[in-house]
């Protein structure tokens, strides 16, 4: 059993800035990739970035130059730097770890909410 444990998330006014953080814990063989989505009232849940064990990286178009995703394998965390948040920002996070354990598996977090006031 995996468990995520995020925290960062609040209530910012537009122009500033977050960091969410998301860390993975239990039974893990290999973290494969780590990511962020993001699902505002009304609308689906998107990917906004995502990570691979190597350090690739994907960005949502939106986010691009704003947000920065990172990861410490040895911690088995990953974090979302946001700078520059705007008010359509606002949602509400989700961490997503894919990893191996007697092969391949997905666990999400519990989400945290961002609000980004105008």
């Known amino acids: 059993q995996v468990q995520l444990v995020e925290s960062g998330g609040g209530l910012v006014q537009a122009g500033g800035s977050l960091r969410l953080s998301c860390a993975a814990s239990?039974?893990?063989?290999?973290?494969?990739?780590m990511g962020w989505y993001r699902q505002a009232p009304g609308k689906q849940r998107e990917l906004v970035a995502s990570?691979?064990?190597?350090?690739?990286?994907n960005y949502e178009e939106s986010v691009k130059g704003r947000f920065t995703i990172s990861r410490d394998n040895a911690k088995n965390t990953v974090y979302l730097q946001m700078n520059s948040l705007k008010p359509e920002d606002t949602a509400v996070y989700y961490c997503?770890?894919?990893?191996?354990?007697?092969?391949?598996?997905?666990?999400w977090g519990q989400g945290t909410l961002v609000t980004v006031s105008s």
């Open positions: 239990g039974s893990i063989d290999r973290i494969r990739v």
């Open positions: 997503n770890v894919r990893y191996v354990l007697l092969g391949p598996r997905e666990v």
């Open positions: 990570i691979t064990s190597g350090g690739n990286t």
